[in-house]
């Protein structure tokens, strides 16, 4: 791996992003891969707040998602149940 914290990091036989500072992860949204960059991140600090209500939940997912993701205003309702979607399964696999 080559680079650093100010120009970046960079494969130095791709070029291209090296495996271990991949932060993007897939879900599906309204039946198709969508990639979701930092959803680990997204997770969990929507997890920090210890919510209970899905609508709320739903709209702290969206909005942490929208500062670092495109989401599409058509399709805002379909990534707001794909992320919930997530974050309970991904709630029950940790033992949340």
């Known amino acids: 791996m080559g ?8 494969c130095t036989i791709c070029g ?3 495996p271990d500072r991949i932060t993007i992860k ?4 309204d039946g198709k891969a969508t990639g979701i960059d930092k959803l680990d991140w997204i997770l969990a600090e929507v ?4 919510l209970s209500n ?3 939940i739903t709209e702290e997912l969206l ?3 929208k500062v670092l993701n495109y989401v ?10 794909a992320l ?11 033992g949340a």
């Open 3 to 10: 680079g650093n914290d100010q120009d970046g990091y960079y």
């Open 16 to 18: 291209g992003i090296p």
């Open 26 to 29: 897939q879900i599906l949204v």
């Open 47 to 50: 997890r920090k707040l210890n």
């Open 54 to 56: 899905d609508t709320i």
């Open 63 to 65: 909005k942490r998602t």
């Open 72 to 81: 599409p205003t058509r399709k805002e309702k379909e990534y707001g149940e």
């Open 84 to 94: 919930l979607l997530e974050y309970k399964k991904t709630g029950s696999e940790s």
